[in-house]
T-cell receptor
Framework: GAVVSQHPSRVICKSGTSVKIECRSL??????MFWYRQFPKQSLMLMAT?????????EQGVEKDKFLINHASLTLSTLTVTSAHPEDSSFYIC?????????????FGPGTRLTVL | DQQVKQNSPSLSVQEGRISILNCDYTNSMFDYFLWYKKYPAEGPTFLISISSIKDKNEDGRFTVFLNKSAKHLSLHIVPSQPGDSAVYFC???????????????FGTGTLLAVQP
């Protein structure tokens, strides 16, 4: 299957700082990328859908000004957690899919563990 | 509101026996269901899927059953192998979720441990 990478895999930051997480599709072009968040023992919750060259679509309850998403190219989407607070500590996973592919053509990255002190 | 539920947080099975993982959903608009497998520190990987027009889909050792009237699906792994030990997520989606974007709604996962 296609490979999706995330960087960094783990980040620890102080409260009030901003953290950028990168999601790259390594061997295919992804017109759509998704950002998920997973709290311990909970399901992956979709935060936003990112389409190349346009604004991201955020799920209800997700603050767009706090979680900035940029999908500037067909292989890269970034999630910036602005003014991070301890409650933002979570596991963030991106996925990427190819336009017009089947439902199962959504490839996930390995995730980024964010810890805000 | 948890639309996709996996009520068993963990399951332990002997190698060679059958593993049955269950998933329930509440939204009758879901028309496609998927199972993902996840190892620690890795992203989920697709395992098998089923459309709502079917009640069974089989791929090697993995079979997914769908009972639409009960809003229930299950994943059967037989025979189970130690390498199958992982967290298994079921997910659901609907053609109503924006067409090509295919938003996935995930369950909470079941940790499967296959004992040698």
């Amino acid at each position: 299957g296609a490979v999706v990478s995330q960087h960094p895999s783990r980040v620890i930051c102080k409260s009030g700082t901003s953290v950028k997480i990168e999601c790259r599709s390594l061997d295919f072009q992804a017109t759509t990328m998704f950002w998920y968040r997973q709290f311990p023992k909970q399901s992956l919750m979709l935060m936003a859908t990112s389409n190349e060259g346009s604004k991201a679509t955020y799920e209800q309850g997700v603050e767009k000004d706090k979680f900035l998403i940029n999908h500037a190219s067909l292989t890269l989407s970034t999630l910036t957690v602005t003014s991070a607070h301890p409650e933002d500590s979570s596991f963030y996973i991106c996925s990427a899919r190819v336009l017009a592919a089947d439902y199962n053509e959504q490839f996930f990255g390995p995730g980024t563990r964010l810890t805000v002190l | 509101d948890q639309q996709v539920k996996q009520n068993s947080p963990s399951l332990s099975v002997q190698e060679g026996r059958i593993s049955i993982l269950n998933c329930d959903y509440t939204n009758s608009m879901f028309d496609y269901f998927l199972w993902y497998k996840k190892y620690p520190a890795e992203g989920p990987t697709f395992l098998i899927s089923i459309s709502s027009i079917k009640d069974k889909n089989e791929d090697g050792r993995f079979t997914v059953f769908l009972n639409k009237s009960a809003k229930h699906l299950s994943l059967h792994i037989v025979p189970s192998q130690p390498g199958d030990s992982a967290v298994y997520f079921c997910a659901a989606t609907s053609a109503l979720y924006g067409g090509a974007t295919n938003k996935l709604i995930f369950g909470t996962g079941t940790l499967l441990a296959v004992q040698p």
